[in-house]
């Protein structure tokens, strides 16, 4: 059974950073792109960040490149988000999930996307806010 834990979500004041964790199980890393999604209340859920731990590619959702960076640890099996200066729309509950990709439109603008159709738990809440 897959299974995704993510923590290190919290309350902080813009312009600070925070460094969210995902712990994978039920399935080897090496073989599965991980990508990190978040949900602000009322919206959408939107892509943020995509890796792919087999050739170590990394994607970024255009509002948050340069200032968020993905990472896996295969030893530990886990994928990591260090966010530095987060700002308000930064704010909503993050999820990690496997199988993500990436779109590109004829505009050159890229998406997020995954194909996992199973749980995503609980997710880890950020919140930045002055």
């Known amino acids: 059974e897959v299974q995704l834990q993510a923590s290190g979500g919290g309350l902080v004041q813009p312009g600070g950073s925070l460094r969210l964790s995902c712990a994978a199980s039920?399935?080897?890393?090496?073989?599965?792109?991980l990508g990190w999604f978040r949900q602000a209340p009322g919206k959408e859920r939107e892509g943020v960040s995509c890796?792919?731990?087999?050739?170590?590619?990394?994607y970024y959702k255009a509002s948050v490149d340069g200032r968020f960076t993905i990472s896996s640890d295969h030893a530990k099996n886990t994928v990591s988000l260090q966010m530095i200066n987060l700002k308000p729309d930064d704010t909503g509950r993050y999820y990690c999930?496997?199988?993500?990709?990436?779109?590109?439109?004829?505009?050159?603008?890229?998406?997020?996307?995954?194909?996992?159709?199973?749980?995503w738990g609980r997710g880890t809440k950020v919140t930045v806010s002055s």
């Open positions: 890796i792919d731990t087999s050739d170590g590619r990394t």
């Open positions: 039920g399935f080897i890393m090496d073989y599965y792109a």
């Open positions: 999930v496997p199988h993500c990709g990436v779109v590109i439109d004829r505009s050159g603008k890229l998406t997020i996307t995954t194909t996992y159709s199973g749980s």
